[in-house]
């Protein structure tokens, strides 16, 4: 079972020994590119190596077994929401980035400022989680119904909450199912209302599994699979560009009842690095939108507010860069200020390491500019 998810190498687990890392699959960035807490980050000066030795209050908190308490403050894009056009917020956010504030910004953001996890801990737990360093906080897991082959009710998964100008986005954060957890996975989606499942990662990558394959192949025979007491069923599967958008139907065998599950899996991320084409990962994140207002508008007016499950292998890197776009276009659309930093600060203090590398925090940045090139052409 692997110990050590990509892009972090702190904390007790950077004391294994090589060939440990060798067995143990990472989940979404290059090899020989992990920036280890102490030395300066790849690129940068060794003239710059004070500047990284430097403790903050924050690790000084940590080292004395301190939590964060309150807020750190962020400087957010100077703009003004409500008179600013898109074309100006577009410009700031370029400047932005030219400034080369980014690495500053990123650096910032504690990695896991949640609290405990003792839960995931557990012996019993172990062989439930994909990563030993990325673990569901305890305040805030998804519990499941305990049941005999799982009586403590754990699966690592996470709830998150982000309010947007008066409304609450509402997710689960998971990590990739393993074949042992795939059980849990659906008794997830069916205790929690999820009637949409993101996906951003390949099944496998550079040889190395990232999420087991736990919905049946559209044409396999009767298009259906078992797992306990849930019988999925593939409806019908249709690609478009970068993404995969499949129909499944989820039916609970003790009680009969059935439920419809939209599987939307975005297929272009590349094995290393984060994708190149800014419009193709709108129009993935479209996709979601559009699905969210079509299953709200046909459920029950009581829950209409059900989580939107995102996984990719470890569930903080690719499956943060999801949530955090999304919830920054909402940002956008609703005329609020602009505080990216801030927003992910709240996403990591209800799952540690969310957008797991500087690389992928970038690119977010550049999924904006783009949703605003494309806003001012409309």
């Known amino acids: 079972m692997p110990s050590v998810s990509e892009g972090d190498l702190s904390g007790p687990a950077k004391q294994k020994t090589k060939t440990d890392f060798k067995k143990r699959p990472v989940s979404d960035g ?19 190596r ?3 030795k430097k403790m903050g209050p924050l690790k000084v908190a ?30 700031l956010l370029e400047q932005h980035m030219d400034m080369g504030e980014l690495l500053k910004e990123y650096e910032k953001i504690p990695k896991r400022p949640g609290g405990e996890y003792t839960v995931a801990q557990l012996p019993e737990s172990g062989d439930k989680n994909r990563f030993q360093d990325v673990l569901p906080y ?7 119904v305990p049941t005999k082959e799982n ?37 997830m989606v069916w205790e929690q209302g999820v009637s949409i499942i993101g996906m951003v990662t390949a099944e496998e990558e550079s040889g190395r599994e990232k999420s087991f394959r736990y919905w049946p192949r559209l044409g396999t025979r009767h298009n259906t699979v078992t797992y306990g007491r849930f019988k999925i069923t593939t409806r019908f599967r249709t690609e478009s560009g970068c993404y995969a958008t499949t129909g499944l139907k989820i039916k609970h065998l003790l009680t009969g009842q059935e439920r419809t599950v939209w599987h939307l899996q975005y297929t272009d991320w590349p094995d290393h690095g984060c994708p190149e084409d800014f419009k193709g ?9 559009s699905v969210r207002r079509h299953t709200n508008s ?23 860069v999801v949530v955090l776009s999304e919830i920054m276009i909402a940002c956008l ?36 500019i783009q949703y605003l090139r494309n806003s001012r052409l409309i």
């Open 281 to 289: 990962f709108l129009t993935y994140l479209e996709e979601i939108q």
């Open 333 to 368: 659309e609703h005329n609020e200020p602009l505080n990216v930093p801030e927003v992910l600060w709240k996403l990591r203090t209800q799952r540690m390491m969310m957008v797991q590398t500087l690389s992928q925090y970038n690119f977010i940045y550049k999924v904006l």
């Open 138 to 144: 305890d305040s805030n897991r998804v519990e499941l």
């Open 298 to 320: 046909i459920s029950d007016p009581k829950n209409t507010n059900l989580p939107v499950l995102v996984h990719c292998s470890a569930g903080v890197g690719r499956t943060g």
């Open 50 to 52: 004070s500047e990284v």
């Open 151 to 187: 009586n403590t009710g754990y699966i690592n998964a996470s709830h998150i909450r982000i309010t947007v100008a008066g409304q609450e986005w509402s997710y689960i954060a998971s990590q990739g199912p393993m074949s042992n957890t795939c059980q849990d996975f659906w008794q």
């Open 30 to 48: 290059p090899p020989g590119k992990k920036t280890v807490e102490g030395l300066p980050p790849a690129g940068m000066k060794k003239g710059g």
């Open 62 to 91: 940590k080292l004395n077994g301190l939590s964060v308490s309150r807020q750190p403050m962020f400087d957010e894009i100077k703009d003004d929401p409500e008179r600013a056009s898109n074309d100006e917020r577009c410009k």
